[in-house]
């Protein structure tokens, strides 16, 4: 179901609260994202699937993320809408379908 709504939210353009828990902190972070993919990494060699997100909350570095779905503790599906063209200047190759 989490993952029917994330690609729903990919195509809709809505914005997303996640908590997760970060390899990297150590921690449980709470971040406002704009989902951006769902599948295998093209980075990352391991064949397993994630959610890649574009963090707004992010506060030096880059802003995306990539979580894999075991390191998520919660989904917030936000009413607020992002813009794509604010943050993809690349030529995308999308996993998940869109008209976007």
């Given at each position: ?25 150590q921690e449980e972070l ?71």
């Amino acid at each position: 179901m989490l993952l029917q709504e994330f690609i729903s939210a990919i195509r809709s353009k809505n914005k997303i609260r996640v908590t997760f828990y970060s390899k990297k902190d150590q921690e449980e972070l709470t971040r406002v994202c704009a989902p951006m993919d769902y599948g295998q990494s093209r980075v990352y060699k391991d064949g397993k699937d994630r959610f890649f997100l574009w963090d707004y909350d992010s506060d030096a570095g880059a802003h995306t993320l990539s979580i894999l779905p075991e390191q998520v503790i919660n989904m917030q599906f936000l009413e607020e809408c992002f813009e794509p063209s604010g943050f993809v200047t690349w030529k995308p190759n999308w996993i998940v379908s869109r008209d976007w």
